[in-house]
Nanobody, 120 residues
Framework: QVQFVESGGGLVQPGGSLRLSCAAS????????MSWYRQAPGKERELVAR????????NYADSVKGRFTISRDNAKNTVYLQMSSLKPEDTAVYYCNVGLGLGPERHDYWGQGTQVTVSS
């Protein structure tokens, strides 16, 4: 079955950096688009960044463009989120995600989440 192991969250000061990792198993990782989402207290979960399987094309939420970089290592079945110039508003639980299947058979799978807190 699909499984994720997330790591790399923590407490960081404003302006600092963190790198999140998400090791995946149970599906054909190299062919699958991978995403990072986040959810702050009292807010809806939002897409942060996405990277395609083939070609490694990326897209980002406007709020993180120029500060965050999503990447993947298909040999390790791992997706990363490098976060720089962190702001207090980046504080949230971050989740990796994959959507598998088409149309009505599409299903989203989520990691357990890793807490990122940006505070002085």
């Amino acid at each position: 079955q699909v499984q994720f192991v997330e790591s790399g969250g923590g407490l960081v000061q404003p302006g600092g950096s963190l790198r999140l990792s998400c090791a995946a198993s149970g599906f054909t990782f190299s062919r699958s688009a991978m995403s990072w989402y986040r959810q702050a207290p009292g807010k809806e979960r939002e897409l942060v960044a996405r990277i395609t399987g083939v070609g490694g094309f990326t897209n980002y939420a406007d709020s993180v463009k120029g500060r965050f970089t999503i990447s993947r290592d298909n040999a390790k079945n791992t997706v990363y989120l490098q976060m720089s110039s962190l702001k207090p508003e980046d504080t949230a639980v971050y989740y990796c995600n994959v959507g598998l299947g088409l149309g009505p058979e599409r299903h989203d799978y989520w990691g357990q989440g890793t807490q990122v807190t940006v505070s002085s």
